[in-house]
């Protein structure tokens, strides 16, 4: 038989069996043992010193302390549509997280809290890699779970995993870097490019690995039209810190910008970017892992892949094989491009090119009239959803209408 705790023997004598002397002594005991419990709660859930990773690969942690955990995700009321949404078919709206903390100390609203994840590869220190941030919109105490914490951030692209809540120790320079990164946001709303680009660079100069104030400062190099090689830098910055992204959605964002700006890249610099070229198939991939039904993910895989196809032109037999491979992988992701929207005159268009080749190259071989055939139904597909925004390159045409010809359309 297990021995009765003391306290809960205590608990167990009744008040009234008791002289005055005994009461006194029971009532102080058990004012002890609360203060007791108490000290001992509070001890284990302060001071929980934590080492914060922003990469996967980082030796170098941020000390922060633990303040608590997430025990709840749902989609933010407000909703506006814009233009990201539509192109990139993600709902970017914040997630409104609710997050259990041990007490209301050193949390403020408006104040940026840290997702960490337990990372077992670290094996010196404690707690793990940096997976997100919430920004506290209200902090209040309930009856029955303590005080709690709501606040938005972005966690629907990460994977349910445990997540602690924590504060850095010292994050006056990160934070000064938010603050002007976000002024550089304000001033890009407004227009005023000079004045963000400003913001963005003095973000940099306090964070100079934060890949999020990178990617911004390579979009406004863009606005402005006379920064391309600069934008081409600071996206390149933001690729090599990626894991440091505040979150997977403005990461994915990012991944399929970069794949548009290496694909322009590469056809109109040409020969000189094959570099771009080989860069796009990791940034690719990158991006099927975050999300593998996003359609301009697809339509830029299809397009590289083409691109990749078309440039090898050697007779070896292992790159041969090779070229046969990314013809292989082109139609893969063409497939994946059209179910998700048949109705796109620039995919339609890469389809065309890419089985005209084919066709040309499959002269005289059991697969001529296939490739022919496909050239002919992406053809009509092409002409069916033209916008009249670009153009249709006339040897495109006429490749389309000699097939047609040949397959007996035309008299």
Known sequence: ???????????????????????????????????????????????????????????DPSRMIVIGEVIGVEKASDFESNKVDAELEIDTRPDAVTIKVMGPKGIRVGQTLYL?????????????NIVGLITV????????????VRGEGFLRLIEDRPMTVAIPID?????????SKKKGDYFVAKGKFDEAIQSYKKSISLDSKDPDTHFAL????????????????????????????SNQQEKLIFLVEYMRFLIHQFKTEGKGYDKSLSRLTEVSKEARLIQDKNFEVWLYS??????????????????????????????????KALRIRKAD???????????????????????????????????????????????????LLKAIHEAEKSAGLLR
């Open 1 to 59: 038989m297990q021995p009765t705790p003391i306290f809960l023997t205590f608990l167990s004598i009744p008040v009234d069996s008791l002289d005055r002397m005994s009461r006194q002594f029971f009532a102080i005991c058990i004012i002890f043992l609360f203060l007791g419990i108490s000290r001992l709660n509070s001890q284990s859930s302060e001071n929980q010193l934590a080492f914060a990773f922003r990469s996967q690969n980082s030796l």
């Open 116 to 128: 960490l994840e337990k990372n077992l590869d670290h094996k010196t220190y404690r707690d793990g």
């Open 137 to 148: 919109k209200s902090v209040f105490l309930t009856s029955f779970f303590g005080w709690q």
């Open 171 to 179: 994050n006056t320079k990160y934070d000064e870097a938010f603050l």
């Open 218 to 245: 390579g979009k406004v190099h863009l606005m402005d039209g006379e920064g391309y090689v600069s934008a081409g830098f600071e996206f390149l910055q933001a690729w090599k810190n990626r894991e440091r992204f």
């Open 302 to 335: 299809f397009e590289i892949a083409y691109l990749k196809y078309r440039k090898n032109n050697s007779t070896n037999s292992e790159e041969r094989k090779e070229k046969e491979q990314w013809s292989e992988e082109a139609e893969t992701a063409l497939g």
């Open 345 to 395: 005159f620039y995919l339609q268009r890469l389809a065309c090119e890419f089985y005209n080749l084919k066709w040309k190259e499959m002269r005289s071989n059991p697969k001529e009239n296939e490739y022919r055939d496909k050239l002919i139904s992406h053809g009509r597909d092409m002409k069916l959803y033209y916008t009249g925004d670009s153009t249709i390159s006339q040897d």
